[in-house]
């Protein structure tokens, strides 16, 4: 597995990433500059990390879907290569065409960062396969605009293809209520592209791969990928 | 401000400058200051920037151990960690601002922080909050909270730090003062610490960041005055942070730093490019010439004296190695920041500034800042308050009724909706942190890169004790931190302070600041924990009301093996509980008499700083053997509310003895110092006992933890349903509120 790690201006949980794909490889991912126009050859993964790239100052995201590194990045998933975009890098994927629908201000518009279950809605995905499907998993969020929204038509696909990767749910599974931080339709938490090559979520699966650090709940998620293909 | 013209006695009081300390300015340099002079003269000489009312008093603390690198004096303090690594942190006071305009008063409070400490080339790891607000129900506080809460989390969440900890309480005598301190932490390789000193001369110095507006002039200025009814038209002096810039800067100067080109650095913040230029050089006994047409400026037409008083945020000077231009011009511009060369140092020990070609400041560079009035303020000591028998203080209400009132109360409540807007997970390291358990823990547990090491950090203060008395509060303070660090299982290292007071002109606020400094300095000396790093905000007064005196201390402990590290939770039922250290029921400056009697009276619990010492090196030795399960410091609501806190964090509930040579409510609510409570397997808790007694540190068996229930002998009886929703609701029911 070979990844590339792309660094916006503003980026700030690139380091993490990066730790937790060595974590589950073995392998050093390579940091990629956003102004550079090519992917290294032999990329199989993308990563765009969290962050503020730009300051969010525009819409989140807006800013680095235009970064002359998305347009190589563009064509890798359309070659059907793995993208993985985290958070910010989730709101970069919807502002840059490869994700339907947007990230909203959260419900209550404040910022917030907790320990947050998920539900894995299925595990036969290049990034789920080392979880079982319908799992429940504990990760962090840390956002203050993770609130997906998007119009019916499209919910209705994403929710008849099977792309909904993960949905905010309780600990003992149960989606609804206060177990939603952000207001997102139908709990969404991340969802895949059409041909299951592009994930984008929220949450924080790279804050969680270690006991003495919450846990290793995120890190089949890496694992999945380093030992897709 | 423009302006041409004589210097009148209105301009010199306009500047913040007595009379007197304008006729020592023009002893100094032997004529009338031109305009531009003066606003120096004003930048360097104010509280903020000279210490003027504090200094001889500082002298007077404990700055050295062989683990000190730097003591107080530079950006930040730095102590050796090991394996070649220094932790650099520092605490700065952001109050003013704050309360002026809470969202980026707060926020460049935050940024400001971070700058001294990667100034001196660490990478930061953590920071943390002190945070004092008013009544809960004054009209201004929910705006007060919210913002400065946003700001926190706009600020540290962008830039890419864990905010990880912190104190937050709530005093009227804050109403029209708030306090927000912040205090940040990073990591550097010891060989690798970058300094403000500048040596060589012609050596080209350069502008980095973001460039120069007409913003925060003057804040310096404002920060040293007491507040008066309009403080609400200062707010043209709060800077708006950038923590994007900030970021960028960071990156770009760490990458600088590596090439070896950085001969020394300062970052602008109160008093900009004054104080940061003036410092340079003072401390490398060198001049400095700056040209002004170089700055880089946000708007057009900007004097010098706007350019070199404005407060602008994300910016650093740099003394550069003169061969080293090219190659640091282009990290900078990599990163989309300005780049300029303003200036070179000289020999003559001068500061001049040029402008449009023509001289506007030619003063002795030395002088602004040691030459600064330096004053022995007079003092009034405060009186000492008689101690309180328990026996004195009736029992307003029911036990459990009183416990329910302390866990839902301003200062013992769930700080979550505040600590929630923090990413305090970010970078991966945190063990103990708000999102990781509430109620938290004593102090808050980083890992150091990927370990084993860890460092525990925390910062807090009991304002109640230091007003009831100078001297054993500011014992206190000190010993909680040392406390809530040894609780974690860490080794406490070193000291940052935030010394929060009234307004020094007041002999009683004095009288104050004098017995917190001798009582802060004696319990350092004797825990061997040193001041390192500090920050002196004065004039904190608003209409003629002082705030109490609010000596913030952070401390910065270490833990070889971060995985041994203790937490508060409760962690199974079965398991023993053990009271380490004696209770003798101490009710004075208590929070139960003032929040449920309505009586703020009595000598505060007395230190006894070898007791202290002996307990938490015993508990520290238990922590690292893994002999103890759970391990809480008593404070604040006293054996009641610190039981209650292991119960809520790991949702067990448990079952105490209680003394008949006590009254219940003394017992339960008494916060007599140096004591943990802690929980052990019940088959080593008679071994753990046996021991503690033979070093002569108190210890009792008081109980068993299980059940969901917190049964105190037969007084007391209380659900932990009833405490979580008493202890989760007081500040979003708070902040929910839509009446103003």
Redesign the interface.
């Known amino acids: 597995m070979n990844a590339a790690v792309i660094l916006f201006p503003g980026s700030n949980r690139e380091k993490d990433v990066c730790r937790a794909l060595e974590h589950a490889s073995g392998k050093a991912p390579r940091l990629i500059w956003h102004g550079e126009d090519t992917l290294p050859p032999g990329t199989d993964l993308v990563v765009l990390p969290g962050g503020f790239s730009y300051g969010d100052y525009l819409r989140c995201g807006a800013m680095a879907a235009h970064s002359p590194i998305m347009r190589a990045v563009a064509e890798h998933a359309a070659r059907g290569g793995l993208v993985l975009g985290i958070c910010n890098g989730f709101q970069i994927l919807v502002e840059s065409g490869l994700l339907p629908g947007i990230l909203m201000r959260n419900a209550d518009l404040r910022f917030i960062c907790r320990m947050q279950h998920l539900s894995v809605e299925r595990a036969d995905t290049p990034f789920t396969a080392q979880y079982k499907a319908g799992q429940v998993i504990k990760v962090a969020i840390a956002h203050g605009e993770g609130n997906y929204v998007t119009d019916d038509h499209t919910l209705a696909r994403l929710e008849g293809d099977g792309r909904i990767a993960f949905r905010y749910c309780d600990a003992r599974g149960q989606i609804g209520g206060a177990a939603n931080p952000n207001g997102s339709l139908n709990d969404i938490a991340g969802i895949y592209s059409d041909k299951f090559n592009v994930l984008g979520l929220m949450p924080h699966p790279e804050n969680l791969i270690e006991p003495i650090i919450g846990g290793t709940d995120g890190l089949p998620l890496f694992q999945s990928l380093s030992q897709y293909g | 401000m423009h302006h041409s013209g004589r210097i009148t006695p209105e301009l010199v009081a306009a500047h913040g400058l007595k009379p007197d300390e304008y006729q020592r300015l023009l002893a100094l340099i032997g004529r009338e200051p031109s305009f531009t002079e003066l606003g120096i003269f004003s930048a360097m000489w104010n509280e903020h920037c000279s210490y003027k009312s504090s200094r001889i008093h500082l002298r007077k603390l404990p700055t050295k151990a062989p683990w000190v690198i730097q003591g107080p004096g530079e950006n930040a303090g730095v102590i050796d960690i090991g394996d070649g690594l220094a932790c650099i942190f520092k605490m700065e006071s952001h109050n003013h601002p704050s309360y002026i305009e809470p969202h980026q008063g707060a926020a460049t409070g935050v940024g400001g922080i971070l700058r001294d400490v990667f100034t001196m080339g660490a990478r930061p790891v953590a920071t943390l909050d002190l945070l004092r607000f008013g009544a809960p129900d004054h009209p201004l506080m929910r705006h007060l909270i919210a913002g400065v809460a946003?700001g926190i989390?706009?600020y540290g969440?962008?830039?890419?730090v864990p905010t990880v900890g912190g104190s937050t309480k709530f005093d009227r005598r804050y109403n029209g003062n708030i306090l927000v301190n912040a205090m940040a932490v990073g990591i550097a390789r010891r060989d690798e610490i970058f300094y403000a000193k500048a040596t060589g001369i012609g050596n080209p110095i350069v502008y980095l960041g973001s460039k120069t507006g007409r913003d925060g002039i003057h804040g310096a200025t404002m920060a040293s005055a007491a507040f008066e009814a309009d403080a609400q038209e200062k707010r043209p002096t709060v800077q708006v942070g950038?923590?994007?810039?900030e970021?960028?800067l960071l990156e770009a100067c760490l990458e600088l730093m590596r090439t070896g080109a950085v001969i020394a650095i300062q970052d602008m913040g109160a008093a900009g490019l004054t104080s940061s230029a003036v410092e340079m050089g003072a401390k490398g006994n060198l001049g400095i010439a700056l040209d002004l047409d170089a700055v880089p400026c946000r708007e057009p037409g900007m004097s010098a004296y706007e350019m070199l008083l404005s407060e602008s945020q994300e910016r650093m000077l740099m003394v550069l190695a003169p061969d080293k231009e090219a190659e640091a011009e282009a990290i900078f511009r990599k990163?989309?920041l300005d780049f300029a060369i303003i200036g070179k140092t000289i020999a003559e020990p001068r500061f001049v500034i040029r402008h449009h070609g023509e001289v506007k400041a030619d003063l002795p560079i030395k002088e602004l800042g040691d030459e600064a009035p330096v004053y022995d303020r007079p003092s009034v000591p405060t009186p000492k308050a008689a101690p309180l028998a328990p026996e004195t203080v009736a029992a307003p209400l029911p036990h459990n009724e009183a416990l329910l009132r302390l866990i839902g109360s301003a200062d013992l409540a769930s700080k979550r909706w505040i600590t929630?807007?923090?990413?305090?997970?970010?970078?991966?390291?945190?063990?103990q942190g708000p999102?990781?358990q509430d109620p938290g823990g004593d102090a808050a547990l980083i890992?150091l890169g990927d370990?084993p090491k860890g460092l525990a950090l925390t910062a807090d203060v009991t304002q109640r004790y230091c007003e009831a008395d100078p001297y054993e509060g500011g014992k206190q303070a000190v010993a909680l931190a040392w406390r809530n660090l040894t609780a974690v299982g860490a080794t406490p290292l070193a000291v940052t302070d935030n010394l929060n007071f009234g307004n020094p002109e007041n002999p009683h606020v004095m009288g104050q600041f004098i017995g917190c400094l001798e009582g802060i300095g004696e319990a350092c000396r004797a825990l061997d924990f040193p001041i390192v790093s500090g920050n002196v905000s004065l004039y904190n007064a608003s209409e003629g009301q002082d705030i109490p005196p609010t000596p913030a201390i952070g401390g910065v402990g270490l833990l070889e093996d971060?995985?041994r590290g203790a937490t508060l939770a409760i962690k199974r039922p079965g398991d023993a509980i053990l009271l380490f250290g004696e209770t003798h029921g101490w009710l004075g400056a208590s929070v139960y008499l003032r929040d449920l009697c309505g009586r703020e009276e009595g000598a505060p619990p007395p230190v006894d700083l070898a007791v202290e010492r002996r307990h938490g090196d015993f508990l520290r030795g238990l922590i690292e053997n893994r002999a103890l399960t759970a391990v809480h410091t008593l404070s604040d609501g006293g054996l009641a509310l610190g039981l209650a806190k292991m119960a809520l964090a790991g949702g067990i509930g448990a079952r105490i003895e209680l003394p008949e040579s006590l009254p219940a409510h003394a017992f339960l609510f008494g916060e007599d110092q140096a004591r943990y409570l802690a929980t052990a397997l019940p088959e080593k808790a008679e071994a753990i006992r046996l021991e503690a007694e033979a070093q002569g540190i108190p210890c009792q068996l008081i109980g068993t933890t299980g059940s969901s229930i917190l049964a105190f002998g037969e007084v007391a009886s209380v659900g932990l349903d009833a405490l979580r929703e008493r202890f989760d609701s007081f500040l979003p029911e708070l902040m929910a509120k839509r009446t103003f």
């Open positions: 946003s989390g706009s969440n962008s830039f890419g950038d923590p994007f810039a970021k960028l990163w989309g929630e807007q923090y990413d305090s997970l970010i970078l991966g390291n945190t063990i999102a990781t890992r370990g971060a995985s």
